[in-house]
C-alpha cells in the first residue's frame, strides 16, 4: 500500500525506464497493460524503504544466536517497542528486522524542519538528523522543542530559510538538540546531532556503531552476493570495486580469514574505509589498494604482484560489483540523474569487466552485480559478456533468493534463469503495526526476500 507519492524523475529518464518496463520481449510474456503496471509499482516501492532492516552478523566474533540477543537488548531501549528479530533461513548469517510502518497517525507539529532528500532517506533507514542535514527551520525553534520534519524532495530548499512552501515529504517528529542560531547563525555552526528522531514515519531502529565488530548493516541482496561468490578459505580473491567493503568483509568472513582477499577503489578516502572496517571487524586477510580497476591487468612480468596491476590469471575468484546508477537503493523519493548520466555507466562497466575477465585464473569464477534496474547495465552486460568473452559460462547461483532476468537483451529464457534479479516492482508492500506482529515466520522471509532495493547477480565460470 502506497503511503509516500511515487520517486520523482526527469521526465526524460521515466520515459526510458518506462521503456524498459515496455520492452518488446517483456511486453510479449506480460502484455502491455501488465508491464504499465510494473512500472507504475516500481515506481511507488522506490520512494518506500525495504520492509526490513537486514543484519549480517560478524561469524567470526560471534554466533548469529548472540548477535540476535544482543541487537534484541539494543531495540528493547526503545521504550515500549517489542519487534522480533528473525534469521534468515536461507542465508546462515543474517538477521532481519521488520521496520515499522508507515505510522499514519503521527501528530504533526508547527515547529518544522526541511532536509535534504538524502538525509530524509536516511531517516527513512532508521539515522537521526545530522545539523549539517538541516536546510531550513521555523524562525522560533529553540533547542528541545518538538518539531515535525519534513523532506525537501525536489532540492528546492534554500539553505538557512525560515520557511519553505515547496514540495516537502512528512517523514517523523523528534526533539531539537540545537536551537536555529546554533544550526544557522553561528560563525562555527555546531556539528553533530541536529534533531533526534522520536517518531518517525518508519521506525527502524538504527544500529549505527551497534556491536561494532559483531554485525555489519548491509542490504539482503548485497549480502547474498558474497555467498554466490562462494570463495573457499585459501583462495586469491579480487573485489575490484570494493568501498566502503562490505562485500570484501563479507569475503574475507567466509574465507575464515585464510586467503587473500585484495579490494580496490579509486577513490583513496573510500579506501580508507575499507580498511577501517576491516579492522573493526578483524580481518586480516584484506589488502585494500586505491587503484583504478580498469588498469588492473599488466604483462609485465617484473610486477611484483603483491599490490596492484597484477598480470592475467592471478585470481581464483573475482567479484565486480561495479559503478552503476544505483536506481535499485530504496527509498528514493527524487532521483536528479539527468538521462545522459542514467546512461553513460555501460562503458565503464564494460572495461572493468574485461579486466576482472583477464585476472581470473581458468576454471576461476566471476561475479558481477548491480544495485540498479535498469537493461543497459544488466542483462544487457551479460549478452555482451556471453558474446565477447567465448570463455566464460554463465552459471547456476546459490543461493537464488531473487527473482530470474529481465527479458529485452535477447538472452534464451534458460540464461535468464541463471540469473538473479531482485526486482522492486514485485514487493508487496506492508504496513507492520506495533501492535500486531503476528505475522508467519515464513511470510516473513517472502516478505523480506522480495521488499528489497533492486539488485542484479550474475555468475560465470572461466574454462579451463
Ligand atoms: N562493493 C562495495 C560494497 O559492497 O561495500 C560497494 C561498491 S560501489 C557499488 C562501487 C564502487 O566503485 C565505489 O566505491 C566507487 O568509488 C568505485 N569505483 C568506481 N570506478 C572505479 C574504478 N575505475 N576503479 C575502482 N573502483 C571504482
Not at 524498459?20 to 503496471?37: F, P, Q, R, S, W
Not at 545530522?130 to 528541545?144: F, Q, R, V
Not at 549505527?208 to 541482496?221: A, H, W
Request: aromatic fraction near 6%; hydrophobic fraction near 40%; glycine fraction near 6%.
Amino acid at each position: 500500500m502506497s503511503f509516500f507519492p511515487k520517486i520523482r524523475l526527469r521526465q526524460e529518464v521515466e520515459e526510458y525506464l518506462r521503456n524498459v518496463y515496455h520492452n518488446n520481449e517483456l511486453v510479449a510474456t506480460l502484455g502491455a497493460d501488465e508491464a504499465e503496471k510494473k512500472f507504475v509499482r516500481l515506481q511507488s516501492h522506490l520512494s518506500h524503504p525495504p520492509s526490513f532492516t537486514t543484519v549480517r552478523v560478524n561469524l567470526r566474533m560471534t554466533s548469529v544466536e548472540h548477535a540476535k540477543r544482543l541487537l534484541s537488548e539494543e531495540i528493547h531501549k526503545f521504550p515500549s517497542v517489542v519487534i522480533p528479530i528473525h534469521h534468515h533461513p536461507q542465508l546462515n548469517d543474517l538477521l532481519l528486522i521488520p521496520v515499522i510502518g508507515p505510522r499514519r497517525a503521527l501528530k504533526q507539529h508547527p515547529v518544522q524542519v526541511i532536509v535534504g532528500s538524502q538525509c530524509g532517506s536516511a531517516v527513512l533507514r532508521g539515522a537521526h538528523v545530522y545539523s549539517a542535514g538541516i536546510l531550513s527551520a521555523t524562525k522560533w525553534m529553540k533547542e528541545g522543542d518538538e518539531v515535525s520534519v519534513y523532506s525537501d524532495i525536489e532540492g528546492k530548499c534554500k539553505r538557512g530559510a525560515t520557511e519553505f512552501d515547496g514540495v516537502k515529504v512528512f517523514i517523523g517528529n523528534g526533539i531539537s538538540e540545537l536551537s536555529r542560531s546554533e544550526i544557522f547563525c553561528s560563525n562555527s555552526p555546531i556539528k553533530g546531532k541536529g534533531i533526534r528522531m522520536t517518531e518517525p514515519v518508519y521506525l527502524s531502529p538504527s544500529f549505527d556503531n551497534v556491536l561494532p565488530g559483531y554485525v555489519f548493516l548491509q542490504n539482503l541482496p548485497s549480502a547474498v552476493v558474497s555467498h554466490v561468490l562462494n570463495p573457499q578459505p585459501g583462495e586469491r580473491v579480487l573485489d575490484m570495486c570494493a568501498a566502503p567493503g562490505g562485500k570484501t568483509t563479507h569475503i574475507a568472513t567466509l574465507i575464515n580469514d585464510q586467503g587473500e582477499v585484495i579490494a580496490m577503489d579509486k577513490i583513496a578516502n573510500k579506501v580508507e574505509k575499507i580498511k577501517q572496517n576491516a579492522s573493526v571487524l578483524k580481518l586480516n586477510s584484506i589488502q585494500a589498494y586505491c587503484f583504478n580497476s580498469t588498469k588492473a591487468v599488466t604483462r609485465d612480468a617484473t610486477g611484483s604482484g603483491q599490490g596492484p596491476p597484477f598480470p592475467p590469471e592471478s585470481f581464483d575468484r573475482v567479484l565486480l560489483d561495479a559503478p552503476c546508477s544505483g536506481m535499485g537503493q530504496r527509498p528514493n523519493m527524487a532521483c536528479a540523474l539527468s538521462l545522459k548520466e542514467l546512461t553513460s555507466y555501460q562503458p565503464l562497466q564494460r572495461k572493468l569487466f574485461s579486466a576482472a575477465v583477464s585476472l581470473l585464473k581458468p576454471g576461476g569464477t566471476l561475479v558481477y552485480s548491480t544495485c540498479t534496474i535498469t537493461l543497459s547495465e544488466n542483462e544487457e552486460q551479460v549478452a555482451w559478456a556471453l558474446k565477447t568473452f567465448p570463455c566464460l559460462q554463465l552459471q547456476a547461483q546459490v543461493p537464488h533468493i531473487g527473482g530470474e532476468g529481465m527479458a529485452g537483451a535477447g538472452l534464451s529464457p534458460d540464461q535468464l534463469k541463471l540469473l538473479q534479479r531482485f526486482d522492486p516492482s514485485l514487493a508487496v508492500l506492508c504496513d507492520f503495526d506495533i501492535n500486531d506482529m503476528t505475522c508467519q515466520e515464513e511470510d516473513w522471509t517472502v516478505l523480506a526476500n522480495t521488499d528489497t532495493i533492486g539488485f542484479f547477480i550474475a555468475k560465470f565460470v572461466k574454462n579451463i
